[in-house]
């Protein structure tokens, strides 16, 4: 199908910068766009889709999240991290069945894609459920199944979340024409063996896979590791082989001096969690200092559990606005950084290089905020006015490889009614209410 997106403000991405179209024209082949200007293009199109007061800018992409989470939104809240993940989280997660699982990512979906989101990065159990919910919906999604490993006399070899992680590699990456990726993932330091994660490790570069993680998140996560092992997560990571493979690491928080050379060294990139930071009064990561290092940082929400919502929009004016208070300078973080971090990087980092930025020959993945509202008037710095003040609320279409998934309220790949009646079902199931 060739369409045509008339009269609209785009944010396109030239070779150094963003370029700002007032009132253009955006052409899509398929899949992908062809075209982008301020002129009507010449040729025919199947529809002609009139934008006007519509704001065009590449699909958000969602580095880090837990997305079956959304059905523990609110648990725990008010707790640190080790009480909150040991003591409310796991036990619900235990009674938690496919079907569960299943409605939870379908809700999450939903609400991402409500808000501009078209590609996300998932750690959970029972990935297959995820995958089928993405794939139903058209999205984009690059999906894991965390290893764990509790036991320090199992074999690496015999720890089934090893053995499942790879049957989901072979089978499904690469699925729905590519929108489907599998990654390898292992929790966290604090969560695994040193022996499961040096085994781990070598099985994801042999497979040529991507490695997703959690590192040094809080301050007694990062502490108890140079305790037991005298080193910092970072380096026990290191020592254990595991950032041979490109490796993208969530949080990040207390990395230190040392850490970030060493994540600079190996090519990891860092995935930024403002909105769950605060949350858990984890800490201020030190994501100038790393860009400034010319480490790749990306954005994500984390789970609904720890956020409470899947907003990338929230995560973009946080990651812009508190580093200035938290340093007292208000020029460490431009919003065309911020902007960058929660598309184009986020797409690297996945792995992605067709997606991420509106240019002719990259994948039609883009999402249209509606400008008709009193708080994103007048538009003067389309950047800042994304960064500082628009809201998940005012995307009114968002579009995946062409094909509009979301338009004013109307999904048209998932049944929302569906959704919702087994999202209030899990619910019942775990709750009793």
């Given at each position: ?101 299943l409605a939870g990512s379908q809700l999450a979906i939903l609400e991402m894609l409500a ?12 990935p297959e459920m995820t995958v089928g919910a993405v794939s139903k919906a058209g999205m ?142 984890s800490g201020f990561a030190h994501v100038q200092e790393m860009m400034d290092m010319g ?139």
């Amino acid at each position: 199908m060739r369409r045509l997106l008339s009269n609209c403000g785009i944010l396109s991405d030239g070779d150094t910068e963003y370029r700002y179209i007032k009132k253009g024209y955006l052409a899509i082949d398929g899949d992908t766009i062809t075209y982008i200007g301020e002129s009507k293009p010449d040729g025919e199109f199947d529809q002609i889709k009139d934008m006007t007061g519509k704001l065009l800018i590449p699909g958000l992409v969602n580095t880090h999240t837990h997305s079956p989470m959304c059905l523990l939104r609110g648990i725990g809240s008010d707790l640190p991290l080790q009480n909150w993940l040991f003591d409310k989280v796991f036990p619900i997660e235990d009674r938690m069945t496919k079907e569960d699982i299943l409605a939870g990512s379908q809700l999450a979906i939903l609400e991402m894609l409500a808000c501009g989101t078209t590609s996300f990065s998932d750690m959970y159990m029972e990935p297959e459920m995820t995958v089928g919910a993405v794939s139903k919906a058209g999205m984009k999604a690059n999906i894991c199944r965390p290893v764990q490993e509790f036991d320090g006399d199992e074999r690496p070899q015999d720890n089934y979340r090893v053995k499942e992680s790879l049957e989901l590699f072979d089978k499904l990456n690469g699925a729905d024409n590519d929108r489907i990726r599998v990654d390898f993932c292992i929790h966290a330091e604090y969560t695994c063996t040193e022996a499961v994660a040096r085994y781990y490790g070598q099985l994801c570069r042999e497979h040529g896979g991507n490695m997703h993680i959690h590192l040094s998140e809080t301050q007694k996560e990062h502490q108890e590791c140079i305790e037991k092992y005298g080193k910092t997560p970072a380096k026990w990571f290191a020592d254990a082989g595991v950032f041979e493979s490109r490796t993208m690491a969530a949080h990040c928080v207390w990395v230190t001096r040392d850490d970030m050379e060493l994540l600079k060294e190996k090519g990891v990139s860092v995935i930024h969690n403002p909105t769950s930071n605060m949350k858990l009064g984890s800490g201020f990561a030190h994501v100038q200092e790393m860009m400034d290092m010319g480490i790749l940082l990306g954005l994500g929400t984390d789970g609904a559990a720890s956020n409470n919502n899947l907003n990338m929009f929230e995560e973009m004016h946080l990651a812009s606005i508190l580093h200035n208070g938290y340093t007292g300078d208000p020029t460490i973080m431009r919003p065309a950084d911020v902007f960058r971090m929660a598309t184009l990087n986020g797409a690297k980092i996945q792995g992605r290089v067709n997606t991420g930025k509106l240019q002719v020959g990259m994948r039609a993945d883009i999402a249209a905020i509606n400008l008709d509202a009193p708080h994103l008037y007048p538009a003067l710095d389309v950047l800042a006015l994304i960064c500082y003040s628009a809201q998940g609320s005012d995307v009114c279409m968002t579009m995946v490889d062409g094909q509009i998934l979301y338009e004013n309220g109307e999904y048209f790949t998932i049944d929302r009614e569906q959704v919702m009646a087994e999202a209030k079902a899990a619910v019942k199931r775990l709750y009793g209410i």
